[in-house]
């Protein structure tokens, strides 16, 4: 069997050295796959993929007991510089593009990270530019006048000019309007299966999420709840209306 791309083994994350955001979260995520974490808000998440990208450090979080491993290597200890370097990249909540900068500017930053050449940097934005053309029509406009939706785009796409293996997509329905929403989710979707670019993706939206993803944890109170194939999810009906938000049959 081909070993997974990311691992996590009973992670425990305490935020300020009292606050337990999450304990004992197992989960995989196979190459070439999108795995979705489910849940409501505060259900830890955000935190999950904080820990696993590094930032948790940023906010007083720790990773006290179990292991996280990429590429079969360990990186529960590792900052999140290194693992860009090595292909892991996050996409914050709440789209965080730099408001002042050009659209085109906000998608180099993605790309200096990891000092390629002017020419590699430029098929790397054409390469963007495909998958999101309407970011090649406001190219010049600044980002922070962008709807949000496009703002989302821009997101992601800078995310994806680092060449990044597996990327973390922290909500990215997240106050959007369905049709936006639906159109991103077809841009990871088409990623992934043109690219081979994974992703592990914490949303809300249990029914975009079920639709487009390969393999899903239900994540409440810190803890999994529930996991499986999307399929196997939707078609449990004890989960339907409790966690998924979905009518039961």
Same mark, same amino acid.
């Given at each position: 069997?081909?070993?997974?791309?990311?691992?996590?083994?009973?992670?425990?994350?305490?935020?300020?050295?009292?606050?337990?955001?999450?304990?004992?979260?197992?989960?995989?995520?196979?190459?070439?796959?999108?795995?979705?974490?489910?849940?409501?808000?505060?259900?830890?998440?955000?935190?999950?993929?904080?820990?696993?990208?590094?930032?948790?450090?940023?906010?007083?979080?720790?990773?006290?007991?179990?292991?996280?491993?990429?590429?079969?290597?360990?990186?529960?200890?590792?900052?999140?510089?290194?693992?860009? =370097?090595?292909? !892991? /990249?996050?996409?914050? @909540?709440?789209?965080?593009?730099? &408001?002042? *900068?050009? +659209? %085109? $500017?906000?998608?180099?930053?993605?790309?200096?990270?990891?000092?390629?050449?002017?020419?590699?940097?430029?098929?790397?934005?054409?390469?963007?530019?495909?998958?999101?053309?309407?970011?090649?029509?406001?190219?010049?406009?600044?980002?922070?006048?962008?709807?949000?939706?496009?703002?989302?785009?821009?997101?992601?796409?800078?995310?994806?000019?680092? =060449?990044?293996? !597996? /990327?973390?997509?922290? @909500?990215?329905?997240?106050?959007? &309007?369905? *049709?936006? +929403? %639906? $159109?991103?989710?077809?841009?990871?979707?088409?990623?992934?299966?043109?690219q081979g670019v994974s992703?592990?993706l914490a949303e809300q939206?249990?029914?975009?999420?079920?639709?487009?993803?390969?393999?899903?944890?239900?994540?409440?109170?810190?803890?999994?709840?529930?996991?499986?194939?999307?399929?196997?999810?939707?078609?449990?009906?004890?989960?339907?209306?409790?966690? !998924?938000?979905?009518?039961?049959?």
């Open positions: 069997m081909t070993a997974p791309l990311l691992q996590l083994d009973n992670i425990e994350v305490i935020y300020d050295k009292v606050i337990l955001a999450v304990r004992n979260i197992s989960l995989k995520v196979a190459p070439g796959s999108i795995v979705a974490l489910l849940g409501a808000n505060g259900a830890g998440k955000s935190t999950t993929l904080k820990a696993i990208s590094g930032l948790a450090n940023a906010e007083r979080g720790e990773v006290v007991d179990g292991r996280i491993y990429y590429l079969n290597r360990d990186i529960t200890s590792a900052t999140p510089d290194s693992l860009v =370097e090595l292909g !892991l /990249v996050q996409v914050l @909540e709440g789209r965080h593009c730099f &408001a002042h *900068l050009s +659209v %085109e $500017e906000n998608l180099l930053t993605g790309g200096y990270v990891r000092h390629r050449s002017h020419a590699r940097l430029n098929e790397s934005l054409e390469k963007i530019y495909h998958y999101f053309p309407r970011l090649k029509l406001l190219r010049r406009n600044q980002a922070g006048y962008t709807s949000g939706g496009e703002q989302q785009m821009v997101a992601i796409g800078r995310a994806l000019m680092a =060449e990044p293996k !597996l /990327v973390l997509l922290d @909500e990215p329905s997240m106050g959007l &309007a369905p *049709l936006v +929403v %639906e $159109e991103i989710f077809e841009i990871v979707h088409t990623l992934n299966r043109q992703f592990l939206n249990a029914s975009i999420a079920l639709k487009y993803a390969d393999v899903g944890y239900i994540i409440e109170s810190g803890r999994v709840a529930a996991e499986g194939t999307t399929a196997d999810l939707k078609n449990r009906s004890d989960l339907q209306a409790l966690y !998924l938000g979905l009518e039961a049959a």
